[in-house]
């Protein structure tokens, strides 16, 4: 079966919320170096009170990527343009799960006459947004963006 990207909701937390988080501390060692504080910083945030604030915003669209009935990948943007989580969980990494994310959140705001989306870009995902288009605003910058 497929990848299916769907809107989030708040029975999703837990699944969702562990893809994240393990996505975080697996598959981003590049950026956080196994440092406990610097892991804790980034995942401090990353919980199921959390969660449920996200799925409420009225001013972002929160999705869930699901292959056979399991959360694979999550991905927020805010409606203005800004990409704010594209996760995916490691054992789904390299099948088409963050694509598949990006190109629903794109199409999400383009539907919201978004001209252009941004982003801060982790070490470890910097090579596949920029094979998706985007580009920094300064060279150097790990704030990169894209029109839509």
């Keep these: 079966m497929g990848i299916q990207i769907r809107r989030a909701t708040a ?9 994240l988080r393990r996505s975080i501390a697996e598959l981003c060692v590049a950026d956080h170096q196994n440092d406990p504080t610097e892991l804790e910083g980034w995942l401090g945030n990353k919980t199921v009170a959390t969660w ?5 915003r009225d001013d972002a669209v929160m999705l869930v990527a699901e292959r056979d009935s399991k959360i694979v990948g999550v ?3 805010t409606l ?3 990409i704010l989580l594209n996760y995916v969980h490691p054992e789904a990494r390299f ?3 963050s694509k598949a994310i990006l190109a629903a959140i794109e199409a999400k705001l383009r539907l919201q006459d978004v001209q252009r989306c941004q982003l801060e870009s982790t070490v470890t995902a ?5 094979s998706c288009g985007f ?14």
């Design 11 to 19: 029975a999703d937390a837990a699944e969702a919320v562990d893809a």
């Design 52 to 56: 449920r604030r996200w799925i409420a």
């Design 75 to 77: 991905g927020m943007a």
């Design 80 to 82: 203005g343009g800004e």
């Design 95 to 97: 099948r088409g799960v």
């Design 126 to 130: 910097r090579s596949f947004y920029e």
């Design 135 to 148: 580009h920094p605003e300064v060279e150097g910058s790990r704030i990169l963006t894209k029109p839509l």
